[in-house]
């Protein structure tokens, strides 16, 4: 019953801040400068073969077509009624292609190349870090500082070395892209043989700086908790050190899994100038683009996505840590 009250508050808490994210993310691009029906236009009229009675024309059907010519309140009631029916609209800047079709091709490469990166770095991290707390003396020392350098370093700033380095200026890897020019992504041997060549810059330049995070986080929780009074009474007590290393590897967790959930819930845009760097054609890209051309359906479909992987993220989080966590489940027993 306790464990049902705490789940039931956390969810009423973490509805209303779905609420106030869906709110948020149909106004915040209508505040952006500029009109996406003029970009259209214009980009119509370049040739010069469209008269200015015709360019009206056009703008007044695109501006019917999308409902930029309703009040915003509806709008916004007919934004929310195509969410709930699963239906992102129609893209402005690459219209007529429907947005579930644009997200729906980018999303498999950001996935693809960003949650690989986030368990590798987490589990190599992790593992480097709690060897640093407990070797200690020269060992911890320089991975402390390695992971400390590597964990202030954007991920950009790492792409773009490893990118002249690697591509420019010895020719190991491709300078960019996903695939060879004149390849059309397939289920192939050859496809996937020729895309992995890509990969493996991007992919870098996101697990290394993600690894000194993590080490940098788990060896501070680890020296934590070696310090704690409840390893010092199980040494008093006699107790193993490899049962007391479990107590002390299981409560320094604890943050790291919240990282890995909230690293998850954010990795749809995560890597957003990793994959511009790259010219990786993701989500990150895709939502750069549409920035550029204020086209609000893309850009309302991917900023949602993110917001409700990471309010999924944060939320499963408070769940496992109501079960797992003591001092969590002291508190509800402790509350009337």
Do not use: H, M, R
């Given at each position: 019953m306790k464990l049902g009250r705490y789940i039931a508050r956390k969810s009423i808490w973490y509805l209303v801040a779905l609420v106030a994210a869906v709110s948020l993310n149909f106004l915040l691009p209508r505040l952006v400068p500029g009109n996406p029906v003029d970009v259209i236009v214009s980009n119509l009229s370049r040739g010069g073969s469209v008269t200015s009675e015709q360019q009206q024309k056009v703008y007044e059907s695109y501006v019917a077509e999308f409902g930029l010519d309703q009040p915003l309140w509806q709008q916004f009631f007919t934004y929310l009624g195509k969410v709930f029916t699963g239906d992102l609209g129609t893209s402005f800047a690459y219209y007529p292609a429907s947005v579930n079709e644009l997200v729906g091709q980018a999303l498999p490469w950001s996935i693809a190349i960003q949650l690989p990166a986030i368990l590798v770095g987490w589990i190599l991290g992790n593992i480097i870090g709690a060897i640093a707390a407990f070797r200690g003396g020269n060992w911890d020392r320089s991975v402390f500082t390695t992971s400390l350098f590597l964990s202030a370093m954007p991920y950009y700033c790492l792409s773009i070395i490893l990118l002249y380095v690697f591509a420019v200026a010895v020719g190991f890897f491709p300078v960019g892209g996903a695939y060879s020019l004149g390849l059309?992504?397939?289920?192939?041997?050859?496809?996937?043989?020729?895309?992995?060549?890509?990969?493996?810059?991007?992919?870098?330049?996101?697990?290394?700086?993600?690894?000194?995070?993590?080490?940098v986080g788990m060896r501070s929780m680890a020296i934590y908790e070696l310090g704690g009074d409840y390893v010092n009474y199980a040494r008093a007590m006699g107790i193993r050190d490899n049962k007391i290393t479990q107590y002390i590897f299981r409560n320094a967790m604890l943050p790291q899994i919240t990282g890995l959930a909230l690293a998850i819930g954010t990795l749809v845009g995560g890597a957003l100038i990793t994959e511009l760097v790259f010219s990786y054609p993701g989500v990150g890209t895709l939502l750069f683009n549409a920035i550029a051309a204020n086209d609000y359906p893309v850009i309302q479909a991917i900023t949602l996505i993110i917001t409700v992987a990471v309010l999924v993220a944060n939320f499963a989080v408070e769940i496992v840590y109501g079960i797992v966590d003591p001092r969590i489940r002291a508190a509800q027993s402790g509350e009337k």
């Open positions: 059309t992504p397939e289920l192939s041997i050859s496809f996937l043989w020729d895309a992995l060549s890509y990969y493996w810059l991007p992919f870098l330049s996101l697990v290394i700086v993600f690894i000194g995070g993590q080490a």
